[in-house]
Structures are given as structure tokens and as C-alpha cells.
């Protein structure tokens, strides 16, 4: 295998070293830096490991996400921890395990091919020898840079990948002692932080109000217009909070206004505006056309669980347990704000209560390091509030997306154009040379907020992601308009632009397909050459019974969609079915997915069914809204999520060739079940929504428009 061809994280961290320790427990220590965040990764890396190295899962123990004892990855997103990751680790426990024999063969006077191994203990004829991996660990060096040359199993010889394993991570969680806010450090102190109601407020009440809204026993650490109440009693400093929000003043700054929260807000702002794809002008030809504009508005990531993180430093050293997607650039970025040598600062990941993308976790560390400089060897403990996390975590970014084709009498595509207008879907620590965290913005030396840049297109875009059809349309243009400006902090939210693009395409195919007196799978067929695309769009319509012409009406129907995620990750094909009454209800989905080679087929089941939940939430339920200055959405009464009664049935398929390799699959349910759930409206109501969420008020609105 040729060097440029071994995945990043392995041409990033080459030592076999820095992936595989054999411990004298006789266990396997497994190094990832890729981190659970509730997708089940931690499992799937380890079966991968158990099947080349010929162990059992139990004798993994698997180190994850820390900068002193793991390679250095990155983030875990984009879908690509099994793809990256994953295929790292399988080329490097190919070449352990065959380097292993040879040194087996060599002490024994044999071939390699001549063994075998079963559980780490190498055998002969099926007999054991007397030797193992533990016992060979120091006849090969580990200190080697790994060839990727070595051939890795084939899918016919697996017995731990491609079998359903139970979670690493859950007992723990189940069973308390699992997540973040479980650990209490000795000697600890609690934290609140006090954040900024808009961009650029800055705190008017006198050091006086302050120590009175402190209360006693409560510290006030204080730092321009960054506030912390610090406190051995979290109830006290989480009293000193509330009372914070009552009485403090603010002033200057760009208050929020409740215009800002409507995506077509958007279409007023300058943009940075680039092309993707010829200069298409509209066929004179064509029989008809169809230009429409659709939305999703700003999308709170909404964990039940709020964003939490402890630090200490001593002894110029600053740790930091975070559950963060990106330790090392989390680290990095704190270094910097807080003026620390490069390395100085160590992150640990430690698993917080669901992640799905940017959320507050790098905030809130940055958080715990600022009180905890303050007060060398004191652990400081930092818990945001539920009104914290819906309010000061970046949110996914408001998207308006405009689709315009020409067809002929047919429905055969003769132009299109996509011009989707959208903030940045990237602000992460470190993205763009920049800190990226919020309380370094409100510091007496504040690190500002630059102008958003998006994540390039080489790798998967952020406002772009899934703006190409993946249907035989002739040539497509895309119209990418960037605003650097919006009024609230946007980044990665699972999907990034993915949701809103497919949610626009899809719903421009199935009104071309109606335009055209087509069967919307039909015709989706009749422009899908891709055998893989064509094969979910089949088994998906075959699980929901589809019969042509009864796609709906009188206030129930189905629809279907389709995408490729990121356009070469996993396939997947959902049919929605929906009742209408007083408001939308998503009654059943179908699913059929093509992920490839599947690790953990549970797990892959698990991540496709919480993507289309979500999707459901986010296409029914879920906006951001802005009121008096602030953030109005800020506790569950007021940001709206789907309820367990809501919940509909979903069924999954999956229907990928173990031969082919694995697709990334975590993202790949949202923006099909959103759409299929917006054409399934149509079907019922005879008229289309465009805009999300697709609330009664909302539907209303159109049904008075006609």
C-alpha cells in the first residue's frame, strides 16, 4: 500500500506505539483519539481491534480521547471515526498481529503461516504452543512506524466485526459513575459563570452589586466582563447565578432583535458569495419550471444534559476533563487564551450526556481553566445551567436554500441551480488560526469573535454539504452565500448544511415528479444510475407497502427521500408517513440504509434511528427565537423538542454488501427524514410547507395562502 494512501489518522500518528500496549495484565490496551459522544464508537474501534489482532473484546481496554496517552485525530465528526479511525486501527493490529507470528515462527522453527491465534495464545495444528502475544510483546518493536503494507482479514473470515456487541460505555452510565458530572475531586470547587445576554454586552452594575448578588460564601472572580461565582457549596454559587440574571445591568453591545431569528432575515446581510459548477442559464426549452426558497431556522443542540468540565492547575500545568469532540485543539486554544506554553495544557476526555456536534463543552472548559489559574491545586468544577446551554452554546446555523430547475414536459431536468445562503457551520477551537470560545471573547484582554469562514468543500462542507443532487441531473450550479455576520454564534451541528440542502432537493424533486404526473419513487428511479442509490430507494418503498397514486390526501400521507451523505459516506432512502389534524404528527418511518461493511450492526441501528428522531424533532418542533435583546428559548418550556409520546415507529433496513468498505452512517437519517416528512404534508394537505419547523402555525399560514 503506497503511503498516501493509509488513512490521515495513521499517517498522522505512525508508530505502532501510539496505537496498541500489551499490558501485563494480559489485556490489550486499545489508543484512540477518537471520543464517545453516545454513538457507540468506543465499541465498534474495539471490535475492529478484537478481530484483526484474533482477541475477544473483553481483553481490550480502550484509552480514548487524551492528549498525553493518545494519537492525536482531531475531532470525532463528520461521520468519519469508523472510515478514519477505524481503518487506522485495522492496519495497525494486521501488522502487530503478523509481526506477533513471525516472531512465534521464528522461536518455534516454523511458518507463520503455520499458526494461529486464538484469543492471544498462539497456536500449532491447532495446539497451543506455549507462547502468546504477552509473553512475544517484547521481541518486536512497537516503536516502529507502521507499513499499512500488511493484508487485513477479509469480510468472509470475521467473527467479531459485523456481530451486534453490547456498548462499552452504557453500564457505567446506567449504573452511575459514567458521565462528567460524576466526578468530585477532592477539595473541589464549584463554579457559575455568568455569560453575556447578547454579543458584546458589557457589564454596568459596580463591584458592590456584585458582592451582594454573590451572597456570603461565595467568591466573585472577575475578569473584564467575564463573571464566575466560586464557592465549596454548588447550591450557593448556583443561587448567586439566579440572582445574577435579576439584577445585573448591561449595557452596549448588539442586543438580539426577534427579525434576526427567521433565516430570511438572512437574505438582507452582506455575503461573501463564491460559484460551484458551470454558469447554467435557464433552458429556453424548457416545458415548465419550478423556483422555490426554502428554510430551517437557528437549531439548539438541546443535550438533556447541560455542558460540564473540571480543571486544575499546578505547578505551571493546567488539566482539564472535558468532553469535548476535539481535545487537542481544545487544549491548544486554551493554552493561548490563557498565555501557557504550547503542550502545557493536558485535556482528558471524559463522556458527557449525548453530544451532536459544537455544543458547550469547549465553552465550559475554557470556563473551569479561567477560575482554575486563579487558584492553583484547587480542582474547580464548572456546571453549566440548563439556561446556559440553550442559550450560550453555538447554535446550528439558519439556512435559506433556493432551488431553481427547468423540465421538459416529462420531467426531465434540463437546469438547476442551488444558491444556498447561510453563517459559518464551523467555528470550532482552532478552526480558521482562531480560540473559538466564548468567555475569551468577554475577557478585560478579549480574544474577538472574527468573521466566520465555512469548512471547505475537500472536506464535505459546512453550508454546502449535500447542495449536489446525486441524481443524472445535467450539469449543476451552486450558488454558496456566506454571511460572515450573524447575529448569534453559529458551528457544526450534526449534519451542518445537510438538513436544510436535501430537505430543499428532495422537496424540488417530488413537485417536478407531481408537475410531471410521475411516481415519485418512479421517477427518483428513472434518475438514479447509482445501483447502490437505487437499491435503498427500492427496499425503502417496498418496507412501506408503496403503492402509486396513493401517496395521500384528506389529511394523512406518505412521502419518500433520498440522499448520499456528504455525497460518499452512506446512502439511505426514508419514507414518512404523517397525519394532519390540528398539527403535523409523523406517525411511522421506513428506513433503508447502505453504510457498507457494518461493525455493529445494533450500534449502526441505534445512530440511524436517534438521527431520524432528532430530524424529526428539528423538522417539526425545534427553533431558536429571540426576544428583548436575548435569547428567548432558553429552558424546555420555551425550545420546543419532540416528547416520548411523539415518538413515532421507525423501522430500519440495512441493506449494504459487507464486501464494500464501511461509510460513515451518524449523520446520514437527518436530511431525508425531514424531507420525506415535508413531502408526505404535501401529499396530505395538497400544498406545501417550506419553511421549518413545519408547526401549526406554519401550516395554517399556507393553507390561508392557497
Known amino acids: ?162 456481530r451486534s456487541e453490547r456498548r462499552l460505555d452504557l453500564p457505567a452510565k446506567v449504573f452511575s459513575g459514567g458521565f462528567i458530572h460524576d466526578l468530585a475531586p477532592p477539595g473541589m470547587l464549584h463554579a457559575r459563570i455568568v455569560h453575556r445576554p447578547w454579543p458584546g454586552a458589557r457589564l454596568a452594575s459596580p463591584e458592590e452589586v456584585l458582592a451582594k448578588v454573590a451572597g456570603p460564601g461565595v467568591e466573585v472572580v472577575r475578569d473584564g466582563d467575564y463573571l464566575a461565582f466560586v464557592s465549596p457549596d454548588e447550591t450557593a454559587c448556583a443561587a448567586a447565578l439566579g440572582r445574577a440574571w435579576q439584577r445585573l445591568e448591561w449595557s452596549g ?19 461573501i458569495d463564491r460559484q460551484i459548477g458551470p454558469a447554467n442559464r435557464p433552458e429556453p426549452g424548457a416545458a415548465f419550471r419550478l423556483g422555490a426558497r426554502y428554510s430551517r431556522p437557528y437549531l439548539a443542540h438541546a443535550s438533556i444534559g447541560p455542558s460540564c468540565a473540571l480543571a486544575l492547575f499546578r505547578d505551571g500545568r493546567m488539566d482539564v476533563w472535558s468532553h469535548s469532540q476535539g481535545v487537542g485543539p481544545l487544549g491548544a486554544s486554551i493554552a493561548r487564551v490563557l498565555g501557557l506554553p504550547p503542550g502545557s495544557v493536558a485535556v482528558h476526555h471524559v463522556q458527557g450526556a449525548g453530544c451532536y456536534g459544537h455544543n458547550g463543552a469547549d465553552d465550559v472548559a475554557l470556563d473551569a481553566a479561567l477560575v482554575a489559574v486563579r487558584k492553583p491545586g484547587t480542582p474547580i468544577r464548572v456546571l453549566w445551567m440548563r439556561e446556559d446551554e440553550l442559550s450560550a452554546s453555538p447554535f446550528g446555523a439558519a439556512m435559506v436554500v433556493e432551488v431553481d430547475a427547468g423540465c421538459d414536459e416529462t420531467g426531465r431536468v434540463l437546469d438547476w441551480t ?57 450539469p449543476q450550479r451552486i450558488v454558496h452565500r456566506l454571511v460572515p455576520r450573524p447575529p448569534v454564534r453559529t458551528s457544526a451541528l450534526r449534519g451542518l448544511g445537510t438538513l436544510a440542502n436535501v430537505f430543499a432537493i428532495e422537496s424540488t424533486i417530488d413537485e417536478i415528479a407531481m408537475r410531471a404526473g410521475r411516481d415519485p419513487v418512479a421517477y427518483r428511479l428513472s434518475m438514479m444510475s447509482d445501483p447502490r442509490g437505487r437499491r435503498v430507494i427500492e427496499r425503502a418503498a417496498e418496507m412501506a407497502g408503496w403503492q402509486p397514486g396513493q401517496e395521500g390526501g384528506a389529511g394523512s ?49 441505534n445512530q440511524i434511528e436517534g438521527g431520524i428522531i432528532q430530524a424529526v424533532s428539528w423538522a417539526t418542533k425545534e427553533q431558536v427565537r429571540l426576544e428583548e435583546g436575548t435569547v428567548a428559548t432558553s429552558t424546555w418550556d420555551t425550545y420546543r423538542i419532540l416528547r416520548f409520546s411523539e415518538v413515532p415507529d421507525v423501522e430500519v433496513s440495512l441493506v449494504g454488501d459487507p464486501n464494500d468498505p464501511p461509510l460513515g452512517l451518524g449523520e ?19 400544498l406545501r410547507v417550506r419553511d421549518l419547523p413545519l408547526t401549526r402555525d406554519r401550516l395554517m399560514a399556507a393553507m390561508e395562502a392557497g
Open 557 to 605: 400521507g406518505r412521502g419518500i427521500a433520498f440522499s448520499r451523505y456528504k455525497n460518499h459516506a452512506a446512502y439511505a432512502a426514508i419514507v414518512a408517513e404523517v397525519e394532519v389534524e390540528e398539527e403535523l404528527r409523523v406517525t411511522r418511518l421506513w428506513a433503508a440504509v447502505d453504510a457498507g461493511l457494518v461493525i455493529n450492526p445494533d450500534g449502526a441501528i
Open 253 to 271: 453591545g448588539e442586543p438580539l432583535r426577534p427579525e434576526q431569528q427567521e433565516a430570511s432575515w438572512l437574505l438582507s446581510q452582506p455575503t
Open 418 to 474: 442551488l444558491t444556498v445562503t447561510s453563517p459559518t457551520h464551523v467555528s470550532r477551537p482552532g478552526a480558521g488560526g482562531e480560540v473559538h470560545l466564548l468567555s475569551a471573547e468577554a475577557l478585560g484582554h478579549p480574544w474577538p469573535r472574527s468573521p466566520g469562514k465555512d469548512l471547505p468543500d475537500e472536506r464535505g462542507g459546512g453550508a454546502t454539504r449535500n447542495s449536489l443532487a446525486l441524481y443524472d441531473l445535467p
Open 668 to 686: 446520514v437519517s437527518l436530511g431525508p427524514t425531514a424531507a420525506s416528512i415535508g413531502n408526505a404534508l404535501a401529499h396530505a394537505l395538497g
Open 1 to 162: 500500500m503506497i503511503r498516501n494512501a493509509l488513512p490521515q489518522s495513521l499517517v498522522d500518528n505512525p508508530r505502532l506505539d501510539q496505537w496498541l500496549a500489551f499490558e501485563p495484565d494480559r489485556t490489550v490496551t486499545l489508543k484512540t483519539g477518537k471520543v464517545e459522544i453516545g454513538q457507540g464508537i468506543l465499541t465498534a474501534l474495539r471490535q475492529i481491534a478484537a478481530e484483526e489482532l484474533d482477541l475477544e473484546p473483553r481483553q481490550i481496554k480502550v484509552v480514548s480521547g487524551d492528549t498525553e496517552l493518545s494519537p492525536a485525530e482531531g475531532f470525532t465528526a463528520g461521520s468519519l471515526s469508523v472510515e478514519i479511525g477505524g481503518g487506522a486501527i485495522r492496519l495497525v493490529c494486521a501488522e502487530v498481529h503478523a509481526r506477533l507470528l513471525e516472531s512465534a515462527a521464528s522461536r518455534l522453527g516454523t511458518e507463520p503461516e503455520e499458526l494461529a491465534v486464538e484469543a492471544g495464545e498462539i497456536r500449532r495444528a491447532g495446539q497451543p504452543t506455549g507462547l502468546d502475544y504477552w509473553s512475544l510483546a517484547g521481541s518486536i518493536d512497537l516503536t516502529a512506524t507502521a507499513t499499512g503494507s500488511v493484508p487485513t482479514k477479509r469480510p468472509a473470515e470475521y467473527s467479531v466485526v459485523g
